[in-house]
């Protein structure tokens, strides 16, 4: 069944609900970017740094400890379930766009949830098994920031620029 709903044929007041929502979800995601560059500056080292602990020679004290158990659980509970929602209301605002179509928007709107299992996943194989899986996690989340600000941009433009 086709979509004949789209975001360009709604009333203005509920466009402008919408572009507010919008406007505040992606200052919220960019200052969880702008957390993690003034954390980690986006490199692997210091994010494997910051789950697995620095390393250190005899007789100093690290800069990181691995984080604990605890912390790991608390945090992988919080931004799963968090991404979770912001991929799931974004995603429904996206689906109602008239721009972007078939594989392509069913990709935008399912690859945040697989990158956002991948990235939280990955933090723990850092932490257990291997820093390498650093590098997992730049690229998973990056895809996912990416998709986010596609599926924003383009309801955005569509509320606010298209007319027909």
């Known amino acids: ?8 044929d709604l009333e203005q007041n509920i466009k402008c609900f919408l572009v507010a929502f919008l406007i505040t979800i992606t200052a919220g995601i960019c200052t969880g970017l702008g957390y993690i560059y003034y954390t980690t500056n986006i490199a692997a080292d210091s994010i494997s740094e910051r789950y697995a ?8 004290i690290p800069e990181n400890f691995p984080k604990s158990i605890q912390n790991m659980i608390q945090t992988t509970h919080e931004h799963v379930n968090s991404f979770a929602i912001i991929s799931f209301m974004i995603g429904i605002i996206f689906y109602f766009n008239s721009i972007i179509n078939g594989k392509l928007k069913t990709f935008l709107m399912i690859e945040p949830f697989i990158s956002t299992i991948i990235t939280f996943l990955s933090l723990w194989l850092i ?12 690229l998973s989340s990056t895809l996912m920031y990416l998709c986010w600000f596609v599926m924003i941009g383009v309801a955005m433009y569509e509320l606010i620029l298209k007319k027909d």
Do not use: P
């Open 1 to 8: 069944m086709k979509n004949s709903f789209f975001l360009k």
């Open 127 to 138: 932490r257990f098994i291997n820093t390498s899986f650093a590098y997992l996690v730049i």
């Open 53 to 60: 602990g620095t390393v250190v020679e005899e007789h100093e």
